[in-house]
């Protein structure tokens, strides 16, 4: 059995199989779930995950990134994955011919792919239904539809909105636009245009128990134990679990300082009374970073809180004052529990003055990864 690694995350599939069952219950079995997995599974490793979501059975998965498409494939991924768009034309054509389905947001690319291909394949449209970033907008959309459809070899499998919103206060409107995108599409339909997939809600959209007639829902957030929700209380999001459970490192050094020592670090420079200091391997280049101005940070060692003192490229120094015993090689709970504290992701992202998602981005892909029922290392958050 391979030792744990010196820094390394673990991921709870429990969680997210937890997760994926409470998003099913809401959204009801005459919807599919479509799992977005973008942005390296929101920082949770995309290969573990997909890899888990596709043992989950759901329907298909999403990305972004055209890398990330090729990489589950190459883990033995044989779920539909879906490409949200792209901005360039070429990674959009390359996805085509690999297997993928792209997302069309302009008649341009329509045409581009129905020139290249020479039999029937799949593609998503998407449509602005009041965000305002990518699609077609509703007021133009129905032409847009119909020149498509005109196109030879293309089938257009689903068509898709993106509502989010991130308050209470901004439920109506969400509600409001889930509306005019049920109408749009029965209008389609009646019209004789028919679509496999139709998506418009997201985590949020399920977890403010919003309803719409689409056959689909495509979530994020929600799969990862994470609220979508920028204001605490806004909705109860008290069943979700995380799923990043744990990030570990270890004690490599520890140096004690006397009374009167005119040491640097963490700006102390003259210490009033004895200080033992203790040094992770873990930086800025792991994606830490020190807490700003008026927070506190702190890891847990042997069960107890050591705040940080700093935060350099490559290392993190603690303050290991009343700390018996510590020594190199002592684990340290940077994300988790040790014993009956616990480090919670917002409290990090409250230290770096940022929101819990933003801080599992500057983490993603800095660790190895394992999932907390296995014993091989899977892959790099």
């Known amino acids: 059995m391979n030792q744990p690694a010196a820094v390394c995350a673990e991921i709870d599939l429990g969680a997210l199989a937890s997760n994926v069952r409470l998003m099913q219950q ?3 079995s005459d919807k599919q779930l479509i799992a977005s997995i973008k942005a390296n599974a929101y920082g949770h490793g995309v290969v573990p995950i997909a890899q888990a979501l596709q043992d989950l059975k759901v329907d298909a998965l ?8 090729q990489l ?6 044989v779920l539909p994955i879906l490409l949200f ?9 390359r996805a085509v011919t690999e297997g993928f389905i792209p997302t069309l947001t302009h008649l341009q690319m329509a045409e581009a792919i129905s020139g290249v291909v020479k039999n029937p394949t799949s593609v998503y449209l998407k449509i602005d239904a009041g965000l305002g970033r990518l699609g077609e907008p509703l007021d133009s959309a129905r032409q847009w539809v119909e020149k498509i459809f005109q196109l030879p070899n293309l089938r257009i499998e689903g068509i898709y909105t993106h509502v989010p919103f991130a308050d209470s206060k901004q439920r109506d409107w969400a509600a409001q636009r889930l509306q005019a995108f049920d109408q749009f599409v029965a209008e389609l339909k009646n019209a004789g245009y028919q679509f496999s997939v139709t998506q418009a809600m997201a985590s949020c959209c399920l977890l403010a128990r919003l309803q719409d007639h689409c056959n689909a829902v495509c979530v994020g957030h929600a799969l990862y134990g994470l609220s979508p929700f920028s204001s605490p209380g806004s909705v109860d999001v008290s069943q979700l679990r995380p799923v ?3 990030l570990k490192s270890r004690i490599i050094h520890t140096s004690h300082h006397a009374e009167g020592s005119d040491i640097a ?8 009374r004895p200080r033992t200091i203790g040094v992770l391997p873990t930086g800025m280049a792991h994606g830490l970073c020190k807490p700003v101005e008026g927070k506190v940070m702190a890891v847990l060692i042997r069960g107890r809180k050591a705040k940080v003192l700093s935060v350099s490229l490559e290392h993190t120094t603690v303050d290991l004052d009343g700390m018996e015993g510590v020594s190199p090689g002592d684990p340290v709970t940077l994300l988790g529990y040790d014993g009956d504290e616990e480090i919670t992701l917002s409290s990090i992202a409250t230290a770096w003055g940022i929101q819990p998602l933003e801080a599992l981005m500057r983490l993603s892909g800095r660790f190895p990864i394992r999932s907390m029922d296995a014993t091989e290392e899977s892959g790099r958050i």
């Open 265 to 272: 670090v963490g700006g102390l420079y003259g210490l009033k």
């Open 62 to 69: 999403a990305t972004g990134s055209l890398k990330e498409a």
């Open 72 to 77: 589950l494939r190459q883990h033995g991924i």
């Open 26 to 28: 809401i959204a009801g």
């Open 244 to 246: 990043m459970k744990n």
């Open 85 to 93: 768009a792209f901005a360039d034309s070429e990674l959009t054509m």
